[in-house]
């Protein structure tokens, strides 16, 4: 029987940090302004800029929600398509990238490092974008229902 093999954490660490650096340099996202040419700014933060422009855009159907309920799974339902589609148009650089080849080959990495890191990379970048979506949405949103409670559920 073969040995179970072991997750490196120095590794998955380089990897993790790698892929966080590419996201802030923008050299991987397909949102960067121009093709071939560095934008002023790194690709996520041009990421998180139409993010909190979608978030107002989706506070701004509060005025037409009747209901606290509906208002939350408008906001809930939307911040959700809007995350997913940015993942699906950015799941080649995110989840499977064939640019990672030049950074692990050098490297013997098993695969189940490589999994975790690609894991915390994509934990993180969903992290970012649902906070980017859903800040003005929970914050609108508890002073339009003069509930705070609105922005803990949210």
Sequence with gaps: MDKPQNVDKAQRNILYKTALKLDWRGSTNPFTAMQGKRGKFPGIVVVILMNIFFSFMLSMMFN???????????????????????????????????DDYHVISPLPVNSKTYFQAKLYHLFVYVSILSLSVSFFPAVIGSFIFDSFIFSRLY
């Design 64 to 98: 037409i929600a009747p209901s606290f309920f509906l208002a939350l799974v408008l906001a809930s339902t939307g911040g959700m398509v809007i995350i997913a589609m940015q993942l699906l148009i950015e799941y080649s650089h995110i989840i499977i990238s064939p």
